[in-house]
């Protein structure tokens, strides 16, 4: 099988689909199919063993996006199958002038997002689902079912966002839950020893992921300042950081606060081996990469009851859950951790039980199987 992977983040990029897209085209090169890859980046992607094509973001954004269908229709003529993890829309188009199916793995409601970056709405995204909204809503949402429509099968990582899928429309038979997979993690050092690399002490939480308004970090800082006895740990970049920098100094959370700038995966599972808690105070998800990566090193997770999250994660089981967008609940739950006896150690015990069935390898084979059976048909 030939498959052609397409992907707006990569290496060194951070966030989910920088992660999986990496993840899955390695499993499928070394198990004997062809894989080539479709990025954006800034320069030049490091070296794979499969080609990694890239459209450079510093094109103007009409050109950017031109240039990603073009690729992708070139590059898919010599796939049976393309496999799209991000830019939906383009390796829709791509995939559509190529006649070769396409597969899609579902990572958000785009309409949803793109609305909120826009100020067309400022909710939920349950509450997005009801909001007629103006002609620009309306385009968003044709051209997300347009793109989706077109996908031989459609990949949700929650049945959360599946249940949205199906209400915009989509064929129950060609939408399929497959969870974001837990990462191998059998060679991390002790968490002793990573602490002492990362010279931290105390009551330690930590962030991995894109610094954007979605991670809802401010609500982070206002719960630290609750709890002056914590320091957070961010790892990553985004469009938000200088913001967010900004704030956590306002704050007075300067020596609280520390961000790390971005990293590798092995980065972040390191980092998490070492915090005492992963803390995710997103205002929506779908089925974080950062939650599953927290439990599989065994650490426990602080994070909103939002989108997939309580699927995997069960309140006062493997984490604590609250609700988005409340910070003085999110500071009684640090507060909780800290000082409850013997709540961190049993959290901690049941983290990593609770997601071997969702081991990388099981996983990546599943969508193996299922990209398989579409290249077949």
């Avoid at 939920?124 to 103006?134: D, S, Y």
Wanted: hydrophobic share 45%; no cysteine; glycine share 8%.
């Amino acid at each position: 099988m030939r498959v052609l992977v397409v992907s707006g983040l990569w290496p060194p990029d951070v966030g989910g689909p920088a992660s999986h897209a990496p993840a899955l085209a390695t499993h499928l090169h070394a198990r004997g199919h062809g894989v080539e890859v479709v990025t954006t980046a800034d320069s030049a992607p490091p070296a794979e063993a499969y080609p990694v094509h890239f459209v450079r973001r510093s094109l103007p954004r009409g050109v950017r996006h031109a240039e990603a269908v073009r690729l992708v229709a070139r590059l898919a003529r010599h796939a049976d199958v393309v496999y799209a993890t991000s830019m939906v829309r383009r390796a829709a188009l791509g995939a559509a002038i190529a006649r070769r199916p396409l597969v899609v793995k579902l990572v958000s409601d785009k309409a949803y997002e793109r609305a909120r970056r826009s100020g067309a709405f400022t909710g939920t995204l349950e509450e997005f689902q009801a909001f007629r909204g103006g002609q620009r809503v309306r385009l968003l949402r044709t051209t997300r079912d347009a793109a989706l429509r077109r996908a031989a099968l459609v990949i949700s990582p929650s049945a959360y966002l599946q249940r949205f899928a199906l209400d915009w429309g989509l064929d129950r038979s060609r939408v399929v839950v497959v969870s974001n997979p837990a990462p191998p993690v059998s060679a991390l050092p002790p968490r002793e020893v990573l602490r002492e690399e990362l010279g931290v002490e105390g009551t330690v939480l930590a962030f991995a992921g894109r610094l954007t308004t979605q991670k809802a970090l401010d609500v982070a800082f206002d719960a630290l300042r609750e709890t002056p006895e914590t320091t957070l740990l961010l790892l990553g970049d985004g469009p938000d950081r200088e913001r967010l920098e900004r704030g956590a100094v306002e704050r007075g959370l300067g020596g609280t606060v520390r961000f790390l700038g971005p990293g590798s995966r092995d980065d972040v599972l390191r980092l998490f081996r070492a915090a005492d808690a992963v803390l995710l105070p997103s205002a929506w998800e779908n089925m974080p990469h950062a939650v599953l990566e927290a439990l599989a090193v065994g650490t426990p997770v602080i994070a909103t009851a939002v989108g997939g999250v309580p699927e995997v994660v069960n309140d006062a089981v493997n984490g604590l859950l609250v609700p988005p967008g409340d910070a003085g609940a999110l500071a009684a739950a640090i507060r909780r951790l800290v000082a409850e006896p013997g709540l961190h150690d049993r959290l901690a015990a049941a983290a990593a039980p609770s997601v071997v069935k969702l081991a990388e390898d099981r996983i990546l084979a599943r969508i193996e199987e299922l990209l398989v059976a579409v290249a077949r048909r």
